[in-house]
């Protein structure tokens, strides 16, 4: 670390990620909080001799070395920082007085000090006293295991519901027509995926929390964890109740499929075209918001995962272990997997890819949904996911039989194209759709006749828009 490289730190004054503490004449004991904090978390700076906003008091002369020796032995004392850790802490100079710097990696390990775990948030350091807090720092840690893995003993194969195994096998067809799922008995699907293991406490066998969660019957889920719900809610008029409600109780397979319909029932379509292909953007996007809400809950806890459509935004909701808290962009979004072996056994049904790939999907098809606005993402103890979305569209279907006697399904193809890149001229339209120009230039010809779109702008800079009817 050099003056030029601390300089922007200092500036950020304190924050998730740096520690700014004044130990001019002695070291400040609290930094082992901070450092246990950081290790517990995703790692930060440490800068002694800095005052809170910033600015640089310096450390004595005098104590420097002294402070130096007294971290380097601290951090190797089994009875303050548990388990020990290395970390060089070095003097540096800047504005003409000596600072002690430090970098804390995150640790794969779960650290206490002084037998007291801690965390970090945008406040500062915090002890972790009640059972869920430090549970939920074991699990991020992959100390206690993913709650997915619990087994249950006494659970039989009647225990799943009828027919959802044939329903599984049908998927997986329509992916691979050489699954492996294609000649397998329902027992050894459940082997293979992991869903039934051995508790290395009890040495009893049995099938997991995660088939209980994607294949059971609403009794065996009532049975093992009877917190376990999704609140599908609608607040377009009444924003203080609800206009419509479906408490979803079922499996995840059975939740996906009653969160699409609801969906469905209250939020409009956007035509897309894509190769020439139509698709629904409402369709694809929310199916990926949905997965996410299914699949990467934390269920250890009873907070309820939820999905509410508001006027002109949706808003799913679920409890998290966050590696880091934050408000996030699309971009800068990590993912981390809550749930592999639930994970696996969509994308062994063709449901998922691999990790990432829903993110991806919202960032390629979100602008033309989103209606030019942000997603926010934040990213806590609940996970928080914000769509926008057009709250009025005129249905393609809506403008048959209409002005001059309908439109072709050519002209309908064009007018989607508009629809999705409003304000462009034909070139552009005409690469993004596969369109020919000149088919492109007809079809846009013919719809500016029948009043169904206008160039506005330049020859230049101008584009076409939709007309609203």
Excluded at 116 to 134: A, K, M, P, S
Excluded at 171 to 186: G, R, V
Excluded at 321 to 330: E, Q
Aim: glycine share 8%.
């Amino acid at each position: 670390m050099t003056e030029k490289e601390l300089r922007p730190l200092l500036i950020r004054r304190e924050w998730t990620e740096i520690e700014l503490k004044r130990s001019k004449d002695s070291l400040a004991r609290s930094v082992y909080e901070s450092i246990c904090a950081f290790l517990n978390r995703r790692g930060g700076h440490i800068v002694l001799g800095a005052n809170n906003d910033g600015s640089i008091e310096g450390v004595s002369e005098e104590s420097l070395q002294t402070q130096l020796d007294t971290l380097a032995k601290d951090l190797n004392n089994p009875q303050l920082i548990n388990p020990t850790c290395y970390i060089e802490f070095e003097p540096l100079v800047i504005d003409g007085k000596k600072v002690i710097y430090g970098y804390v990696p995150e640790s794969s390990e779960a650290h206490t000090y002084k037998g007291v775990y801690y965390d970090r948030n945008q406040d500062g350091d915090f002890e972790l006293r009640n059972t869920q807090q430090i549970f939920n720092l074991l699990v991020r840690k992959g100390k206690a295991g993913y709650t997915e893995n619990r087994v249950y003993p006494f659970l039989t194969i009647e225990d799943f519901e009828p027919g959802i195994f044939d329903f599984v096998r049908s998927q997986a067809k329509i992916d691979n027509p050489n699954h492996p799922w294609l000649t397998m008995s329902d027992e050894e699907i459940l082997v293979s995926s992991g869903m039934r293991l051995r508790d290395s406490q009890t040495g009893q066998e049995g099938y997991t929390l995660a088939a209980v969660l994607v294949l059971g019957t609403e009794r065996t889920i009532s049975n093992v964890l009877p917190h376990f719900k999704t609140d599908a809610l609608c607040r377009i008029n009444d924003t203080f109740l609800y206009d419509d409600r479906d408490v979803i109780r079922c499996n995840m397979i059975r939740s996906l499929e009653r969160l699409m319909t609801f969906a469905k029932k209250h939020l409009p379509e956007v035509p897309f075209l894509e190769e020439r292909h139509r698709i629904s953007l409402r369709d694809t996007i929310l199916r990926e918001i949905f997965l996410n809400l299914l699949i990467h809950r934390e269920v250890s806890n009873s907070y309820p995962a939820s999905f509410t459509i508001f006027k002109d935004t949706v808003v799913a909701e679920n409890w998290n272990i966050p590696y880091h808290k934050a408000t996030v962009s699309l971009t800068e979004l990590t993912p981390h997997p809550k749930n592999p072996t639930i994970a696996r056994f969509f994308a062994n049904m063709g449901y998922v890819e691999e990790l990432g790939v829903g993110r991806r999907t919202l960032l390629k098809y979100g602008p033309a949904y989103f209606d030019g606005r942000d997603v926010a993402i934040e990213e806590d103890d609940v996970f928080r996911i914000t769509i926008p979305y057009k709250p009025t569209i005129l249905p393609i279907g809506g403008i048959n039989g209409g002005i001059n006697g309908g439109i072709t399904e050519g002209e309908k193809l064009a007018l989607d194209v508009v629809r999705t890149y409003p304000g462009n001229r034909v070139p552009y339209l005409s690469k993004a759709s596969g369109i020919p120009e000149r088919t492109l230039e007809r079809y846009t010809s013919l719809l500016r006749e029948k009043g169904l779109i206008e160039y506005k702008g330049s020859k230049r800079t101008g584009g076409y828009y939709p007309v609203e009817r």
